[in-house]
């Protein structure tokens, strides 16, 4: 599977290509709101550099400069994904004219001698890896999410990005479970704060509705909703002065399971999301309607 989207690459709006590898996925698989390990394969004997050049020669174009390889999991788990395999494909990509490869992993696989050496695969293509972090609150880590492990531990596994010259990229949830409104919007923007000294771009991800996860069951008992469109806003609008480039792309927005507003605005709202995510420029995100009002007293609630 493989898809596109829009991003600043080496500081130009440009083409990114994602390449869904399929793995054995993640091996801690107990976050609340994740079910995308079910969607690996049973059957992984195929051998994944062959997947991967069948997708790619799919996929590829000339206007692709960035290449991003998710495996619903971590790249950088060898469990996942073999090292000579890893280093095969990274070195491939290295020979295409592309400016970024971005692969993710949790912090307890992020290792100094590994990445040495997937560095020195990609030659002069610059590497980001993008770490699920979530939220800088240890609390919200444990009890909201059961992430399995610390803020502590994604700081040891930054330094060592910052060592090697590795772009550091990091995912923000945007309302975790058993946070209001207007908790999740405070906690999103605190931990942004928290890592902008740190990492090079903050990408928020607003909660999407997965099957067969503890999120799934607070929803169907209305005991837990997605966030605001109005939210997303406020987080950005909160954030666009720090020094990461800040970057959102909902998933179902709009969408019975997905981050909404109402049927008026939500595809203006939605746009309007992913141009600020181009240029961070806050007045994009300048907007009203009705069911603002709605949302306002949503932030009242305890």
Partial sequence: MYFYNREIIQGQDGKALSIILPTIGCRWRRCNMCSYFEDSPEDVSRDIFDVFIDL????????????????????????????????????????????????????????????????????NVQIEVAIGLESSNNKVLQYSI????????????????????????????????????KEAIHDAINSAKAIENLVDVISFNPMTIHKHTLVEYLWQK???????????????????????????????????????????????????ILEFSINNNPKILDYECDCKKEWEKELLKF
């Fill in 56 to 123: 790619f020669n799919n996929a590829y174009d000339n206007d692709v400069k960035k290449i991003k390889l998710f495996t619903s999991g971590s790249f950088l788990d060898p469990k996942e994904i073999d090292i000579d395999c890893a280093k095969k494909i990274i070195s491939f990509i290295s020979e295409k004219d592309v400016l970024e490869i971005t692969i993710e992993s949790r912090p307890e696989y992020v290792k100094k001698e590994y990445l040495e050496d997937l560095r020195n695969s990609a030659k």
């Fill in 146 to 181: 059961d992430k399995g492990f610390t803020f502590e531990d994604f700081l040891l596994a930054s330094e060592i990005l910052k060592k090697l010259s590795i772009k550091n990229k990091v995912y923000l949830m945007i309302k975790p479970p058993f946070l209001t409104e």
């Fill in 222 to 272: 209305k005991e837990y909703s997605p966030p605001w469109g109005w939210s997303i806003m406020e987080i950005l609008k909160g954030t666009a002065n720090l020094k990461p480039d800040i970057i959102c792309h909902p998933v179902a927005f709009g969408r019975f399971r997905g981050p909404k507003n109402c049927k008026v605005c939500n595809r203006e709202v939605e746009e309007r």
